[in-house]
């Protein structure tokens, strides 16, 4: 994880800047979009990943040229990559009041402890977005194919479920809280 504190100027130092990223900088709507890209290439090089080992499918999923998974997020204030041996998603969001208006487009009718609570909701769609990384196959109906089980609990692993076609798959999520932001990690359960 990185703590995004820093100008732009200074996140590009040490940053090869390809033709391609630099496109995708100047595409990126904000400023604070900008800090969050430039941060996760700054946590590729910490964990020795170059930038054309990294590619993007036609759903615009994170890939690498090699025999690992990455996910990757980022908030304003935050971002976050994981590199692992099997699919594996991570969000990361910003506890704040508007996720109770869009609450009713990703909560799933069995959800109800997370009505009405900035956190709850927050946790639950830092799930959901997490899943639907690791699960990696674009259409997903947050609402109705995806169910978290429980209310977040620290340090307690929890479960979600992705119904899709005639699949059903189980993800373990790990989560934290800090800094008023849910870091969500989801994998498939075995």
Request: aromatic share 12%.
């Amino acid at each position: 994880m990185w703590k995004i504190e820093e100008s732009e100027v200074t996140l590009e130092n040490g940053i090869a800047i390809s033709s391609a990223l630099r496109e995708r900088l100047k595409s990126a709507r904000s400023e604070e979009h900008r800090k969050g890209i430039l941060s996760v290439h700054q946590l590729m090089k910490v964990a020795d990943v170059l930038e054309s080992d990294l590619y993007y499918d036609s759903d615009g999923c994170p890939n690498l040229k090699f025999n690992k998974y990455i996910s990757i997020s980022h908030s304003k204030y935050f971002s976050a990559i994981v590199l692992s041996e099997f699919q594996i998603g991570v969000d990361i969001e910003f506890c704040r009041e508007k996720i109770i208006r869009i609450a009713p487009r990703f909560l799933h009718n069995k959800e109800h402890f997370a009505l009405g609570k900035i956190e709850e909701l927050t946790y639950v769609w830092t799930a959901k977005e997490a899943i639907y990384k690791a699960f990696r196959t674009s259409g997903i109906n947050f609402s109705k194919q995806i169910y978290i089980d429980k209310p977040f609990d620290e340090g307690k692993v929890r479960e979600g479920k992705v119904v899709y076609n005639d699949q059903h798959k189980l993800f373990e999520l790990s989560s934290i809280k800090f800094d008023s932001h849910f870091v969500t990690i989801a994998y498939e359960k075995n």
